[in-house]
T-cell receptor, first 114, second 115 residues
Framework: TQLLEQSPQFLSIQEGENLTVYCNSS?????LQWYRQEPGEGPVLLVT?????EVKKLKRLTFQFGDARKDSSLHITAAQPGDTGLYLC??????????????FGQGTTLQVKP | KAGVTQTPRYLIKTRGQQVTLSCSPI?????VSWYQQTPGQGLQFLFE???????NKGNFPGRFSGRQFSNSRSEMNVSTLELGDSALYLC??????????????FGPGTRLTVL
């Protein structure tokens, strides 16, 4: 089973604080995507990481792919209320017959209070 | 470029009925995948279509089916609705024909409520 474990599941912080969300698997990813979803809407792709050790930045968001390509993290600096939402990591289920299938972590619900 | 569109956005049905949901992918995208999202199970893969053929299927009963048209638009159908089918149904389109980064772009979803 190709599971993705995200932690924490819930996070409630004050505006201005920093936070990190983790995504782990027992198997190697060939690539991993991070999505953000707001209530009643579909997930929006934030970033794709591909290379072990890769770091990508998107404004106040920093995404890191582990050297062994089994884990990834999302760090938000100085969180703002607009960052509130469900953060999801997802990996492709590659292999015969698995094309087009993404496996998602259970998500991290982030609430940033003003 | 217009994003992925899904219709309808909201739907209320009763047990035993059937429902058809529609998805129009981003122009040029030929792969369309469907997902079910519930609070308890999260996002789960239903199936994927590419060039009018189902290329991959998740672990859902045969009541869940889909198809894709020559213009890449896709529909999914759920027959004999059960209460547990209440969920947000998401459609995603992808440019990659196979493998690659498999970046998928999601529509806003259809919220299905079964009473």
């Amino acid at each position: 089973t190709q599971l993705l474990e995200q932690s924490p599941q819930f996070l409630s912080i004050q505006e201005g604080e920093n936070l990190t969300v983790y995504c782990n698997s027992s198997s190697v990813f060939s690539s991993l995507q991070w999505y953000r979803q707001e209530p009643g809407e579909g997930p929006v792709l934030l970033v794709t990481v591909v290379t072990g050790g890769e770091v990508k930045k998107l404004k106040r968001l920093t995404f890191q792919f582990g050297d062994a390509r089994k884990d990834s993290s999302l760090h938000i600096t100085a969180a703002q209320p607009g960052d509130t939402g469900l953060y999801l990591c997802a990996k492709g289920a590659y292999g015969s017959g698995n094309t087009g299938k993404l496996i998602f972590g259970q998500g991290t619900t982030l609430q940033v209070k003003p | 470029k217009a994003g992925v569109t899904q219709t309808p956005r909201y739907l209320i049905k009763t047990r035993g009925q059937q429902v058809t949901l529609s998805c129009s992918p981003i122009s040029g995208h030929r792969s369309v995948s469907w997902y079910q999202q519930t609070p308890g199970q999260g996002l789960q893969f239903l199936f994927e279509y590419f060039s009018e053929t189902q290329r991959n299927k998740g672990n859902f009963p045969g009541r869940f089916s889909g198809r894709q048209f020559s213009n890449s638009r896709s529909e999914m159908n759920v027959s004999t609705l059960e209460l547990g089918d209440s969920a947000l149904y998401l459609c995603a389109s992808s440019l990659a024909p196979q493998g690659g980064y498999n970046e998928q772009f999601f529509g806003p979803g259809t919220r299905l409520t079964v009473l």
